[in-house]
């Protein structure tokens, strides 16, 4: 399954993805608006324009996610021809496909994708994790993570009003099955080959541990941040 989580639209959004000349990653508006199968880009411009917002909110500074320029595209016979486009970094990317059409199988490949990577690079600038060397380190780093902010987001989802246990385990499983597809805890189980007693983040590689670190933090921020209360 660590691998699984990084499959779905990884290569199709890798494909897209661009260097510049100081070997900086970047995708573009017009490749997402077709790969996030809009029809026509300017339909895909509020998408960007609330992708935009959603930046502010958090407190960056729109200009260093979403860049005006212009590409050069072919008009036959050798001929060229300069359209506006939007040079997006990884951030920007995951905005949008928070606020793109939710409807859409590729949208939710996008959320999925763009979500793992955000979250493993901001732990890969962690100095930390960087002195760590094999797979096995990495692994066991992001399981105490998890164990960390599973403490922080039990006492969260508490105090919005999940008490008992069952409650917080129907909690946990609507966690999971926003990340898998719809998968409960038991489906993952079964698709690990999993023992009822054995623990499903004690069986996760260090990709797979990101993503489900990103839920944990992002969903206790959200508790938290909205004040949200009741089951």
């Not at 212009?70 to 359209?83: F, N, S, T, W, Y």
């Amino acid at each position: 399954m660590a691998n699984e989580l990084s499959k779905p639209g990884s290569s199709l959004f890798e494909q897209l993805k661009r260097v510049d000349d100081k070997g900086n990653e970047y995708w573009t508006a017009r490749d997402m608006a077709k790969v996030l199968e809009y029809s026509e880009y300017r339909h895909f411009q509020p998408v960007i324009v609330k992708a935009k917002e959603a930046s502010k909110n958090s407190g960056h500074k729109s200009e260093d996610h979403f860049e005006d320029i212009l590409d050069m595209i072919e008009i036959g016979k050798g001929g060229q021809r300069g359209v506006e486009n939007i040079k997006l970094s990884r951030y920007a990317c995951y905005l949008i496909v928070q606020n793109a059409d939710p409807s859409k199988e590729v949208v939710a490949l996008g959320q999925t994708y763009f979500a793992v990577q955000t979250r493993l690079r901001e732990i890969q600038q962690m100095d930390e994790y960087n002195r760590l060397s094999t797979e096995d380190e990495k692994r066991l780093f992001l399981r105490n993570e998890m164990a960390k902010h599973n403490t922080q987001l039990a006492a969260a989802a508490k105090n919005a009003g999940v008490t008992g246990s069952l409650d917080y385990a129907i909690f946990q499983n609507h966690g999971y099955m926003g990340l898998y597809g719809g998968l409960d805890a038991k489906g993952i189980h079964k698709r690990k080959g999993l023992k009822k007693s054995q623990q499903i983040l004690d069986h996760m590689g260090s990709t797979e541990l990101a993503a489900n670190l990103f839920r944990a933090t992002q969903t206790e921020e959200k508790l938290r941040r909205e004040n949200i209360k009741g089951k």
